[in-house]
C-alpha cells in the first residue's frame, strides 16, 4: 500500500450514489415499511454506515482510519431507491471508498432483503458525487510563478567538505509547485554575510519567496534564525508553528531546531534544517499551504 505517513491530516468530505431498481409495488412496500423482513431503509442505512467503517478490512489498499460521521439517506422514486452516503473524516486520506462502499453495503442489503419479492432486482449507476479536501483543494497557481530563492547556509557545504543534499530535496520538491527558482546561492555560516545578503535580496525584490537552508540549531555559528528576526518587519509565527508541529510527531529532535519566518519589504523568508531529512518534512509541513500568503503579499 502506498506510504502516507509523510502526509498532514485535513478536513475530507465524499459523497456517493447507488441505484436499486425493482417493481413500483415493491418500492411501494418499501415506503410503507411492509417488507417481511423488517425496515429495510433503517437496515440499510444501519449496514451501509457499519460497512463504511470498515472498508479498510476488505478493499486491500484502503487505509484504516478514524471516520468521524457517516450518513446513508435514500431518494425513493417509482421503481427505485437512490442511496447516498456521506463521510467525512480529519485524515491524512481521503474518504472516497469509504463512501462508496457504504452505499454497495446499503444497498447489498437491500437487495437480500428484497429478493424473495423479486428476482429482476437490478444495482448498479455507483458513482462518485463528491470530493473535497487534501492539496488538491489547498493548491494555489500563480502567473508568472512565484519568484524563489534557494539559500544553503553552511560554511563546510560552500568549501566543499560536504554534499549539500537538502537543497536538492527542496529543488526536486519544488519542481510541482507554483513557484521559480530565480537564485541559489551557499554562504558560509557568518551573520553579517548572510544579513547583507538578505538586505540585497530583499531591497531589491529579486526573490518573493527565500528559503534559508541550515544554520538553525542551537551553536553559537548557527545564525539564520537571529539574523530573520533581526531584519524582519515581522514575523509568521503559523508558519514556524507548522515545522515544528509536524517534525515533533515524526522525532523529538525536531525541538532542537529553530524554524522561523519573517517578511521584509513584502518578501517571505522561511529558516529550514540543513538535514535531507528535515528540510524534506519541512517541506511537506509547508505546502500547499504556503504559497497562500502570496494572495496578500502580491496585493501590496
Known amino acids: 500500500m502506498i506510504n502516507i505517513s509523510h502526509k498532514r491530516n485535513s478536513l475530507r468530505y465524499a459523497k456517493a450514489s447507488g441505484k436499486l431498481t425493482s417493481t413500483p409495488d415493491v418500492i411501494t412496500k418499501v415506503k410503507n415499511r411492509e417488507i417481511p423482513k423488517g425496515d429495510l431503509l ?10 463504511g467503517k470498515r472498508t479498510s478490512e476488505w478493499i486491500v489498499f484502503c487505509h484504516s ?18 442511496f447516498i452516503a456521506e463521510v467525512e473524516a480529519v485524515w491524512k486520506t481521503g474518504v472516497e471508498m469509504e463512501a ?33 479536501g487534501g ?26 567538505h560536504r554534499v549539500d543534499r537538502s537543497s536538492n530535496v527542496i529543488r526536486k520538491f519544488l519542481e510541482n509547485e507554483s513557484v521559480e527558482i530565480v537564485t541559489e546561492q551557499q554562504l558560509n555560516e557568518e ?7 538578505l538586505l540585497n535580496l530583499t531591497d531589491n525584490k529579486t526573490a518573493e519567496l527565500i528559503f534559508l537552508c541550515g544554520s538553525t540549531g542551537p551553536a553559537s555559528k548557527d545564525v539564520v534564525p537571529k539574523v530573520i528576526r533581526e531584519i524582519s518587519d515581522r514575523e509568521v509565527p503559523g508558519i514556524s508553528h507548522a515545522m515544528h508541529q509536524y517534525g515533533l510527531v515524526r522525532t523529538p529532535y525536531a525541538m532542537i531546531s529553530d524554524q522561523v519566518a519573517g517578511i521584509r519589504n513584502g518578501v517571505l523568508m522561511v529558516a529550514l534544517p540543513g538535514s535531507k531529512k528535515g528540510a524534506s518534512e519541512c ?18
Open 135 to 160: 492539496k488538491s483543494d489547498m493548491r494555489d497557481s500563480f502567473d508568472p510563478p512565484i519568484r524563489t530563492a534557494l539559500v544553503s547556509v553552511d560554511t563546510a557545504k560552500k568549501e566543499g
Open 191 to 197: 551573520e553579517e554575510i548572510v544579513k547583507n545578503y
Open 283 to 300: 517541506m511537506d509541513a509547508l505546502f500547499p499551504g504556503l504559497l497562500h500568503i502570496f494572495k496578500t503579499l502580491r496585493m501590496q
Open 42 to 51: 433503517e437496515i440499510a442505512r444501519s449496514a451501509g454506515i457499519q460497512a
Open 65 to 82: 482510519m478514524p471516520i468521524d460521521w457517516i450518513e446513508i439517506s435514500y431518494e425513493i422514486q417509482n421503481d427505485a431507491i437512490i
Open 100 to 132: 462508496v462502499t457504504a452505499v454497495m453495503a446499503a444497498m447489498l442489503n437491500a437487495y437480500d432483503m428484497l429478493k424473495p419479492m423479486d428476482a429482476q432486482i437490478t444495482m448498479g449507476e455507483i458513482k462518485l458525487l463528491e470530493k473535497r
